[in-house]
C-alpha cells in the first residue's frame, strides 16, 4: 500500500558576522512515503527564494530511518 504524505519545507539561514546580504531563504515542496520497517523515502524540489542563488532549483532525495 502506497502511503504518499505532501509536506512543504521552509528554511532560513543567517550567517553571523556578513550582514543581512548573506541570508537565504528556501522552500521545499515534496512528498514522504512509508517503505516499511520504519523507513521512509522522501522526494522534494528545492526553491531558493532569497538572497544569493548558488542554484536555481534542485531535487533532493532522503531515506530516513526512524530508531
Not at 29 to 54: K, M
Request: charged fraction near 15%; charge should be positive.
Amino acid at each position: 500500500m502506497a502511503d504518499f504524505t505532501p509536506y512543504a519545507a521552509f528554511n532560513y539561514l543567517q550567517r553571523f558576522g556578513n550582514g543581512l546580504d548573506s541570508s537565504f531563504f528556501r522552500v521545499t515542496p515534496g512528498i514522504r512515503s512509508f517503505v516499511g520497517w520504519g523507513t521512509y523515502f522522501i522526494v522534494g524540489y528545492e526553491i531558493p527564494v532569497t538572497g544569493p542563488r548558488p542554484f536555481d532549483q534542485r531535487l533532493t532525495f532522503i531515506l530516513s530511518k526512524g530508531w
